[in-house]
């Protein structure tokens, strides 16, 4: 048994979820809002395209990792890309990447895990920048894709399920918080996988959606809830933890992960989708009317974050002012 209250106060204070506060910073200095341009907050930037949308997402690597696995940090600079696009209801177009190193030695085994990836998930890279003359390794790679329906960040309802789906034929990278389920994976299946989430956006079974990031289930149920306005609440007792270890899957990195919503009559047929590819997925939580994400154990409600009396990312929808 798990202290559901302990773990709630747990990811309130989780740097995997605290973290994600830098995006508020940035906001606020340039001026942004969900109503800017390109709707900042959603995985990825989605500019009307004739009967589409283009999408545009960029992703950074902190150094220390790039250094100590720079194969994987390649691999993930196209991968976490790609999920940011696949999270849209899009489907992935190009890379390109910027690549700082000391040497042509230490950027070839970063560049091979690039062009793995790209061969793996048939994304082509197609430029970028390079610099060998630097002190250490740094990596950032930007992603385009085109959607013909989104899945955004900004319209899950009350009423509404909260799914959870993710690969879990893998394992945890080392001590880590990365949970790779695409090692050794036939291509082939990889590619397939990826045909998923622009599927249900075509079909519009889900609400809204986001991929799971670095801030793992509870720090990208907050984000969504925050862009959506809404409250969340997670079911405890419905999450399986690959290792049974629910305090780490909580924050955990899966490489192939999304939280989605869904009208409760779509739900079976979402999770049908992901099932008939031997890839996890379960109702874990519901949507309500509010602004707080709670960790829910039977009756009983444990505060995570309160979105409106502590602005995550400082992307809320902005009220309307009332009228007499």
């Not at 709630?8 to 809002?33: E, F, M, N, Q, Y």
């Not at 969340?232 to 919503?261: E, H, K, Q, V, Y």
């Not at 309160?306 to 309307?320: D, T, V």
Request: net charge negative; glycine share 10%.
């Amino acid at each position: 048994m798990i202290d559901v209250a302990a773990l709630a106060a747990h990811l309130a204070a989780h740097p995997h979820v605290t973290g994600k506060r830098d995006i508020d910073v940035a906001c606020a200095a340039l001026g942004l809002s969900q109503n800017s341009p390109g709707r900042p907050g959603d995985d990825a930037a989605a500019i009307p395209d004739g009967d589409g949308w283009q999408l545009m997402a960029t992703e950074g690597f902190m150094n220390d990792f790039v250094a100590s696995a720079p194969w994987f940090a390649g691999w993930c600079a196209v991968m976490v890309n790609m999920s940011d696009i696949l999270a849209m209801g899009g489907r992935p177009t190009a890379v390109t990447n910027t690549l700082w190193a000391p040497d042509a030695a230490t950027a070839q085994e970063i560049l091979r895990g690039m062009k793995d990836a790209s061969e793996a998930y048939g994304i082509p890279i197609v430029g970028g920048h390079t610099n060998l003359r630097t002190a250490q390794p740094q990596l950032a790679a930007a992603i385009w894709g085109r959607a013909n329906a989104l899945i955004t960040s900004f319209d899950a309802q009350p009423g509404d399920v909260l799914i959870a789906s993710a690969d879990l034929r893998g394992a945890y990278a080392g001590d880590s918080s990365n949970f790779p389920a695409f090692l050794n994976a036939p291509h082939e299946r990889l590619r397939g996988d990826m045909k998923i989430l622009p599927a249900l956006a075509e079909d519009g079974l889900v609400t809204a959606g986001k991929d799971i990031s670095q801030g793992g289930i509870a720090g990208t149920a907050l984000m969504l809830a925050e862009c959506s306005g809404v409250a969340i609440t997670i079911d405890a007792t419905r999450i399986a933890p690959p290792d049974g270890d629910l305090t780490r899957w909580m924050t955990a990195f899966p490489s192939f992960g999304f939280l989605l919503t869904a009208k409760p009559e779509n739900a079976a047929g979402v999770l049908s989708r992901f099932h008939q590819r031997d890839i996890g997925a379960v109702v874990i939580g519901s949507v309500s009317s509010g602004s707080a994400l709670t960790l829910g154990e039977g009756s009983a409600h444990h505060l995570i974050w309160n979105h409106a009396a502590a602005p995550y990312l400082g992307l809320a929808p902005i009220k309307e002012p009332a009228h007499a």
